[in-house]
């Protein structure tokens, strides 16, 4: 009898420690911590994109005196097609923190830990407590949403909306009658999601469709209904300026080129939202087995998810605003698609110890997902030379008038918002210097003496000039500059100590 309950132990003891772990607030803390301490530590270590010094320069970065208005002003003349939330936000954490760059990405770092928090809640309220652990360890490690920590851009106040709408929205349907504080709080998160980004539309149209075809029409209902009905009015100051926004937003020529089509645009949303590793798409089938047989979270989940998507499709079929670059637009579905895979995992038989193995291989899938892909797709400055860091680091050595010049892969530095000008200008205008960094990709179409012809103009009449490269760049680049440089100036000093990036100063006259 002993033999036989001897071989049961080690699994009941990896039972309970599980069932510690999962029930302790202290593991969910602990994860929130952990993720934080990761975004802070790279707050540094991306100089800021174009969309980022948008942000900035709207929200009031360069004309501080401004106020509010400031901020309204400049997205009704500038940028139409934005809706106004997160830089209004903006504005206030810098007034009230710092104006410093790296203090306003803070702000999406505390969205980014905001939406942990808030899909253990929900998670835990519409499943069950483990449900809540497991879904804030994926959204935790899902790679493509974790890119959006850093960036000075609203798509974790995006997130962190529509979780908090989905769970007042739940609390109130579930409740036994809504309270007008219930009712306040929904009407309010659907003001404060709807304000965030035009796609808020999207996950609204799929509430609505649950809420109309699959919610009992009680007083309760009409209270609800009243409650996003609202919401509704208080964004219809804004919806003008919107479909003015129209316009700009869908009529570049480029990007409708580049648009995905519906199929693609589903596929590629889905792969994002699971890591990239397909073999999770076995949990769907298990919660759509889950919705077949009744259970009310399983429909209400596939019905939010299904129209969402549905609503991303039809739109970028007929406007051609999403490319695989923007599927940012759509980190919204992220949640629906995790809440839907635990559900399907409950599914699963003897279930404790699989679930650990299938942590361990989720947050695998993110490691090589962010390896394989890389964030420099999405947000070109995570792939590209620190120029932050350069800037910070030869400030006090720049003359007026040297010339910085070199080669990247990465971030454009001379692509113009229309609030603010490039991200040259932002850096090395103080100075007076001039910037003349090459994109790998436009260098790749030119042979060498087309390069070489280029560089001896750029170089022609320069006292002092600064060749800036990553060392594991292409070597053929590196022998290009260095003949240009060498036929009229002499190399003088190298700076080795900035991430994986060698500076070297050639001057016209003696290095002494």
């Known amino acids: 009898m002993n033999s036989k309950r001897h071989p049961e132990q080690p699994l009941r003891r990896m039972t309970r420690r599980y069932d510690r772990l999962v029930n302790s607030w202290l593991t969910v803390a602990a994860i929130h911590f952990a993720v934080f301490a990761f975004a802070v530590c790279l707050l540094d270590d991306y100089p800021i994109y174009v969309d980022g010094l948008f942000s900035m320069a709207t929200a009031g970065y360069f004309d501080q005196a401004a106020g509010i208005d ?45 939406s942990l928090a808030l899909i253990y809640r929900l998670g835990r309220s519409l499943i069950g407590r483990e449900a809540g652990f497991l ?32 769970w007042l929205y739940f609390r ?16 309010l998160a659907c003001v404060f999601f709807v304000y965030t980004h035009i796609f808020s539309l999207a996950m609204l149209c799929g509430i609505g469709a649950y809420h109309v075809f699959f919610v009992a029409k ?49 596929w590629a949303i889905t792969s994002l939202g699971i890591n ?53 637009y759509a980190v919204i579905v992220f ?51 620190p120029i932050h860091l350069v800037e910070r680091h030869l400030g006090d050595d720049f003359f007026e008038g040297d010339l910085l010049t070199g080669w990247s892969d990465g971030l454009n530095l001379y692509f113009e918002s229309v609030v603010y000008s490039g991200v040259a200008d932002f850096y090395f205008a103080k100075h007076g210097v001039d910037v003349a960094i090459e994109h790998t990709y436009e260098l790749g179409k030119n042979d060498d003496d087309s390069i070489a012809a280029m560089l001896r103009d750029k170089l022609k009449g320069r006292e002092r000039v600064w060749l800036v490269y990553e060392l594991d760049q292409p070597g053929r680049y590196i022998t290009l500059w260095q003949d240009a440089l060498h036929v009229q100036l002499e190399s003088c000093r190298t700076h080795d100590d900035i991430q994986n990036v060698s500076i070297v100063l050639y001057q016209r006259s003696s290095c002494d």
Request: proline share 4%; with cysteine; charged share 15%.
């Open 335 to 385: 949640p629906l698609l995790i809440l839907l895979l635990v559900k399907g995992l409950e599914a699963l038989p003897r279930r404790k110890p699989v679930l650990l193995g299938i942590l361990v291989f989720w947050l695998a899938s993110g490691v090589l997902f962010q390896r394989r892909v890389g964030a420099g797709q999405f947000v070109r400055s995570y792939n590209t030379l």
């Open 172 to 187: 109130a349907l579930r409740s036994r009658q809504a309270t007008r504080a219930e009712l306040v709080l929904l009407c």
């Open 218 to 266: 009680t007083r309760k209902w009409f209270l609800i209904s009243g409650a996003f009905l609202v919401a509704g009015l208080a964004f219809l100051p804004w919806l003008q300026i919107l479909i003015q926004g129209t316009a700009y937003a869908t009529g570049r020529a480029e990007q409708a080129i580049s648009a995905l089509g519906s199929i693609d645009l589903l």
């Open 135 to 166: 879904a804030t360890v994926m959204l935790a490690s899902l790679a493509f949403y974790n890119i959006w920590y850093l960036p000075i851009r609203m798509y974790t106040m995006f997130v962190a909306a529509a979780l908090l709408l989905l």
């Open 276 to 328: 990239s590793n397909h073999l999770f798409l076995l949990p769907f089938a298990l919660a759509a087995a889950r919705a077949s047989k009744r259970d009310r979270t399983a429909i209400a989940l596939w019905v939010i998810l299904l129209v969402t998507m549905a609503f991303y499709a039809i739109v970028n079929s007929e406007l051609g605003v999403i490319d695989f670059p923007r599927t940012r």
């Open 70 to 114: 400031g901020v309204l002003d400049r997205l009704m003349v500038k940028s139409q097609q934005h809706v106004p939330g997160y830089f209004l936000l903006l504005h206030v954490w810098g007034k009230l923190v710092n104006w410093s760059p790296l203090a306003l990405k803070l702000l999406s770092v505390f969205f980014g830990i905001t």
